[in-house]
T-cell receptor, first 110, second 115 residues
Framework: EDKVVQSPLSLVVHEGDTVTLNCSYEVTNFRSLLWYKQEKKAPTFLFMLTSSGIEKKSGRLSSILDKKELFSILNITATQTGDSAVYLCAVCTNAGKSTFGDGTTLTVKP | SQTIHQWPATLVQPVGSPLSLECTVEGTSNPNLYWYRQAAGRGLQLLFYSIGIGQISSEVPQNLSASRPQDRQFILSSKKLLLSDSGFYLC??????????????FGNGTRLTVT
């Protein structure tokens, strides 16, 4: 059975801190790993990773994939209150199946 | 640009009543369409996906069904709701024939409470 495990489940930081969110997986026939941000309703796409060691970056957010160790990290630097959200990791297989982790709830305090 | 509409936003239904949630996508042709359910504090569970009109795949056995009567319309239904059907339902679309090759774009969800 495919598994995606995110850690920590929740995290409270202060504005300006840097955070690292983790996503480990066990799937058959890996195709891609995706990160989403869910604030209240619709998750919004952040990154899609398919190759090991290539960092994807968007502003203060960055992510990298390690296909040998089967994990990915999402980094957020200089956090702001607007970064408060649930961050979801999903892994897709060549068969087209997506498995989501339970998410990390990030709270950024002013 | 592409947009996805999902309604209603919230719904309270008694046990045993029918359900119909609707989702439409604009600005793209032949999208892959998905229904997910999210339990509180949990990730998303895929319920159904569709790669074309009338083509529906079910991921988990359940009390629900899905239909795709038009290219950009996806409907989630139930004949008789159970208490366990309560949850947050999300519709999503992606481009391309192959799933997992492109990101999902989600609607704003429907919070269903079965009483």
């Amino acid at each position: 059975e495919d598994k995606v495990v995110q850690s920590p489940l929740s995290l409270v930081v202060h504005e300006g801190d840097t955070v690292t969110l983790n996503c480990s997986y066990e799937v058959t026939n890996f195709r891609s790993l995706l990160w989403y941000k869910q604030e209240k309703k619709a998750p919004t796409f952040l990154f899609m990773l398919t190759s090991s060691g290539i960092e994807k970056k968007s502003g203060r957010l960055s992510s990298i994939l390690d296909k040998k160790e089967l994990f990915s990290i999402l980094n957020i630097t200089a956090t702001q209150t607007g970064d408060s959200a649930v961050y979801l990791c999903a892994v897709c297989t060549n068969a087209g199946k997506s498995t989501f982790g339970d998410g990390t709830t990030l709270t950024v305090k002013p | 640009s592409q947009t996805i509409h999902q309604w209603p936003a919230t719904l309270v239904q008694p046990v045993g009543s029918p359900l119909s949630l609707e989702c439409t996508v604009e600005g793209t042709s032949n999208p892959n369409l998905y229904w997910y359910r999210q339990a509180a504090g949990r990730g998303l569970q895929l319920l159904f996906y569709s790669i074309g009109i009338g083509q529906i795949s079910s991921e988990v056995p359940q009390n629900l069904s899905a239909s795709r009567p038009q290219d950009r319309q996806f409907i989630l239904s139930s004949k008789k709701l159970l208490l366990s059907d309560s949850g947050f339902y999300l519709c999503a679309w992606s481009v391309g024939v192959v799933q997992g090759a492109s990101p999902l774009h989600f609607g704003n969800g429907t919070r269903l409470t079965v009483t």
